[in-house]
Nanobody, 130 residues
Framework: QVQVVESGGGSVQAGGSLRLSCSAY???????????MGWFRQAPGNEREGVAV???????EYANSVKGRFTISQENANSTLYLQMNSLKPEDTAMYYC?????????????????????RGQGTQVTVSS
């Protein structure tokens, strides 16, 4: 059974940085020839949106709103996913969710729908104040 757990959320002032981590217990990167992992977020009153996705080969896809500010990366040794968030803005305030799946037909497509991922976390809150 796979359990996805996010950490690293918190409160920061605009212009600051945070790094989110995601541990996918039971989802061992090394045994999959193909996989996708991604970050999504949902602000109050808004629909959930894709932030960034990475596949086994390290190819990435980002939402336009975070390009140049956020970086998704992975550490295969311990199956951990990261999201480095720099130059944070108040509009980045949201609950951030991690997701994983052993399928990855197209990372751009996977960025579009959190529910397409088989394994999903409960989220970590990020609050950016002006």
């Amino acid at each position: 059974q796979v359990q996805v757990v996010e950490s690293g959320g918190g409160s920061v002032q605009a212009g600051g940085s945070l790094r989110l981590s995601c541990s996918a217990y039971g989802f061992t990167y090394a045994i999959y020839s193909i996989y996708c992992m991604g970050w999504f977020r949902q602000a109050p009153g808004n629909e959930r949106e894709g932030v960034a996705v990475i596949d086994r080969d390290g190819s990435t896809e980002y939402a336009n709103s975070v390009k140049g500010r956020f970086t998704i990366s992975q550490e295969n040794a311990n199956s951990t996913l990261y999201l480095q968030m720099n130059s944070l803005k108040p509009e980045d305030t949201a609950m951030y969710y991690c997701a994983a799946d052993s399928r990855c037909p197209n990372i751009a497509t996977m960025l579009k729908d959190f529910l397409d991922f088989a394994y999903r976390g409960q989220g970590t809150q990020v609050t950016v104040s002006s």
